[in-house]
């Protein structure tokens, strides 16, 4: 059946259709995006095919939705958040699928099921914009996807009419799922309760006899559509309606989930240029865990998942998509299914990783344990099952191994499919960089591809550029052949050659979607890629910018009197009105004082022409400046020794 699922209703690898014959990648019903079970079956005997990447454009197009700042869904939409040609649209088409009613409701619990079941910080994302929105059980309903209630009626089968406005059984237990995965059980009490409101004493359903305000009543509801979705959010909430998957893996449900070994919180701040933010911690049996970090003053996040007996997370400083995160105060929670209460802490972010140095810029070295890279989407498969092709091709083994210096990615294959396709069977290990909905990452000036890599035997790739405006074979590639010594191996752009235009073509780099490692052999053949690096180099200052100084922890603001010494370089004293003076040594007369906000960027430059400075909060274009975290930098004359100081505007 999960092979039928597959090969049926998941057209080009990435788009769910509402059914096997219509729909994919021309329109989607969000509300059958179901994210947890494809982890599922992507487990069960069917690692073969991408669900990975099928999980993904779901998000992808969740994130793209015209109600996506509300949390809502439209009906029927297209992949890129577009609405659907309405002529297209085979069943409930009301309103020509442009609302959040019956179909659409249906992603909340979808995906709190993704959430409560596997910790999925994007399900958790748009949850939170739907609690946000919806506020409390008091105003669960359809809506429009600027945040209007439906407000019309039609008629049942049995001829009654019955309006569109819905505040009954079915939202409230779809809203509470939401409630139940963005804020927990204290949020989802109050749905609970409201949830059951509608179910009489003696009854084993849902409605309530009489509503002669609201129709509600059994006379005027759907009892198929309102009965299976309330009880589908009164299961997710009351915890019955759970992930047998995982279920089956605890080796002893009559233990209660404990720590052996609790994890512990660095009592300085972080510096991921030395030494990231080390995380671990031992369970008493094998669980799934999560570990939140969250700016405390801000909206920066990023949120790591695994599962087993050990916890272990190295952070960065780092985002999910590689971005660095800005310096200052991270709370930390740490949970796990079973787990009594959570585990809290917090650190002081001073510097994250810079992934650059001189022209080389740090996609990934796996020291993060993790298939995501800092620069791209993520690393995965891609094999000769995809996009509706036969082959059998599959990987057996596919992660991070090794510690400290001596960590690397190992990728194995197993080429398999010949008499199915008409051709040699293939595999590649991808670098990913496309985001929502395929588009491509732009990245003007990289010139050189560099990778650290080693294979048991020797290994012949066909290193290949994928771009937007290409079909599936006629991608630019070049060649490389793996030993079993580690080499560092460079791959100019310039050296990819068109597959079929003679080699006149050039790549367009604003239009890279993936670079891959691909191998083509027998059946039967068998090797692995080992990757310890890759690094990109060029003039790519458009693809990133390095990180600030480290910052040190806040300095609490003087407002005493007394000279500065020569020593002491830089004071900082509050005069209030949004004023910062800055109090230098003479040593730094002539000098400037440069001011850099929390993410890097140059707000003002001051110069020093007086032994007391006053920054008036506003930045160089005489614009006021946000309140936060601010560094200082000071430097002498010609710039010449620099110090900086961090403060609080």
């Known amino acids: 059946m999960v092979d039928d699922i597959w090969n049926n209703l998941v057209e080009n690898g990435l788009y769910l259709r509402p059914g096997n014959q219509w729909g994919g990648l021309a329109f989607v019903n969000p509300g059958y995006f179901a994210p947890g079970f494809y982890r599922v079956f992507?487990?069960?005997?069917?690692?073969?095919?991408?669900?990975?990447?099928?999980?993904?454009?779901?998000?992808?197009?969740?994130?793209?939705?015209?109600?996506?700042?509300?949390?809502l869904v439209p009906d029927w939409m297209k992949p890129d958040g577009s609405f659907a040609d309405s002529t297209t649209l085979g069943y409930n088409a009301y309103a020509n699928g442009k609302f959040c009613y019956k179909d659409g409701i249906r992603i909340l619990w979808r995906i709190a099921t993704d959430y409560l079941w596997y910790m999925e910080p994007r399900a958790k994302a748009f949850l939170d914009k739907s609690m946000r929105f919806i506020k409390s059980p008091g105003n669960a309903n359809f809506f429009q996807m600027n945040g209007a209630a439906v407000t019309d009626s039609f008629k049942l089968g049995n001829g009654v009419t019955r309006p569109r406005t819905e505040h009954s059984h079915l939202t409230i237990g779809m809203w509470a799922a939401a409630a139940m995965a963005s804020g927990g059980k204290s949020v989802a009490d109050s749905f609970s309760a409201a949830l059951l409101g509608f179910y009489g004493p003696?009854?084993?359903?849902?409605?309530?006899?009489?509503?002669?305000?609201?129709?509600?009543?059994?006379?005027?509801?759907?009892?198929?559509?309102?009965?299976?979705?309330?009880?589908?959010?009164?299961?997710?909430?009351?915890?019955?309606?759970?992930?047998?998957?995982?279920?089956?893996?605890?080796?002893?449900?009559?233990?209660?989930?404990?720590?052996?070994?609790?994890?512990?919180?660095?009592?300085?701040?972080?510096?991921?240029?030395?030494?990231?933010?080390?995380?671990?911690?031992?369970?008493?049996?094998?669980?799934?865990?999560?570990?939140?970090?969250q700016q405390r003053s801000g909206d920066s996040s990023v949120q790591f998942s695994g599962a087993g007996e050990t916890l272990s997370v190295s952070w960065f400083g780092l985002s999910s998509g590689g971005a660095a995160m800005p310096a200052g105060r991270y709370d930390i929670t740490i949970n796990a299914k079973g787990l009594s209460s959570p585990v809290i802490g917090n650190c002081w972010l001073g510097r994250p990783l810079d992934l650059k140095t001189g022209i080389r810029l740090l996609v990934d070295d796996f020291r993060d344990k993790d298939l995501i890279p800092y620069i791209g989407t993520k690393w995965q498969n891609y094999l000769d099952s995809y996009d509706g092709k036969a082959g059998k091709s599959t990987v057996p083994i596919f992660l991070v191994q090794g510690a400290d210096t001596s960590v690397y990615l190992r990728w194995s294959f197993?080429?398999?499919?010949?008499?199915?396709?008409?051709?040699?069977?293939?595999?590649?290990?991808?670098?990913?960089?496309?985001?929502?909905?395929?588009?491509?990452?732009?990245?003007?000036?990289?010139?050189?591809?560099?990778?650290?890599?080693?294979?048991?035997?020797?290994?012949?790739?066909?290193?290949?550029?994928?771009?937007?405006?290409?079909?599936?074979?006629?991608?630019?590639?070049?060649?490389?052949?793996?030993?079993?010594?580690?080499?560092?191996?460079?791959?100019?752009?310039?050296?990819?050659?068109?597959?079929?235009?003679?080699?006149?073509?050039?790549?367009?780099?604003?239009?890279?979607?993936?670079?891959?490692?691909?191998?083509?052999?027998?059946?039967?053949?068998?090797?692995?890629?080992?990757?310890?690096?890759?690094?990109?180099?060029?003039?790519?200052?458009?693809?990133?910018?390095?990180?600030?100084?480290?910052?040190?922890?806040?300095?609490?603001?003087?407002?005493?009197?007394?000279?500065?010494?020569?020593?002491?370089?830089?004071?900082?004293?509050?005069?209030?009105?949004?004023?910062?003076?800055?109090?230098?040594s003479p040593f730094y007369a002539s000098g400037n004082i440069v001011i850099i906000d929390g993410l890097g960027n140059t707000v003002r430059t001051l110069p020093i022409n007086a032994a007391t400075i006053r920054w008036d909060g506003l930045d160089s274009c005489k614009r006021a400046t946000r309140t936060g975290v601010y560094l200082a930098v000071v430097s002498g004359p010609g710039g010449a020794k620099r110090t900086a100081k961090s403060f609080f505007k």
């Open 42 to 71: 992507g487990e069960f005997g069917a690692t073969a095919y991408n669900w990975s990447g099928l999980i993904d454009q779901c998000y992808a197009s969740l994130g793209l939705s015209p109600g996506s700042a509300l949390g």
């Open 414 to 584: 197993l080429l398999n499919g010949s008499s199915s396709l008409g051709y040699n069977p293939y595999a590649a290990l991808e670098w990913n960089c496309a985001t929502g909905s395929g588009k491509a990452a732009d990245l003007t000036g990289l010139d050189t591809i560099i990778i650290t890599a080693k294979a048991p035997s020797s290994l012949a790739l066909s290193a290949q550029l994928i771009t937007a405006d290409i079909t599936d074979f006629n991608y630019f590639e070049d060649s490389l052949v793996l030993s079993p010594q580690w080499k560092e191996f460079r791959l100019p752009i310039k050296n990819f050659k068109h597959r079929f235009a003679g080699g006149s073509a050039t790549p367009t780099m604003t239009l890279l979607t993936a670079v891959r490692f691909q191998t083509q052999n027998v059946d039967g053949y068998a090797n692995e890629i080992q990757m310890k690096r890759m690094l990109f180099s060029g003039s790519l200052s458009a693809l990133y910018q390095s990180p600030p100084p480290y910052v040190p922890e806040i300095i609490p603001v003087v407002n005493a009197g007394g000279k500065i010494s020569a020593q002491q370089a830089v004071r900082i004293l509050n005069h209030g009105n949004g004023n910062i003076v800055f109090e230098v």
């Open 202 to 293: 003696g009854n084993d359903f849902f409605g309530k006899a009489v509503d002669s305000v609201g129709l509600e009543d059994t006379l005027h509801n759907e009892m198929y559509f309102d009965q299976f979705l309330a009880w589908f959010g009164a299961s997710l909430i009351s915890g019955i309606f759970t992930d047998l998957w995982e279920d089956l893996k605890d080796p002893d449900p009559s233990l209660p989930l404990a720590w052996t070994t609790t994890p512990v919180f660095p009592g300085s701040g972080v510096d991921a240029n030395i030494n990231p933010l080390k995380i671990f911690g031992v369970f008493n049996k094998s669980a799934r865990w999560s570990v939140a970090i």
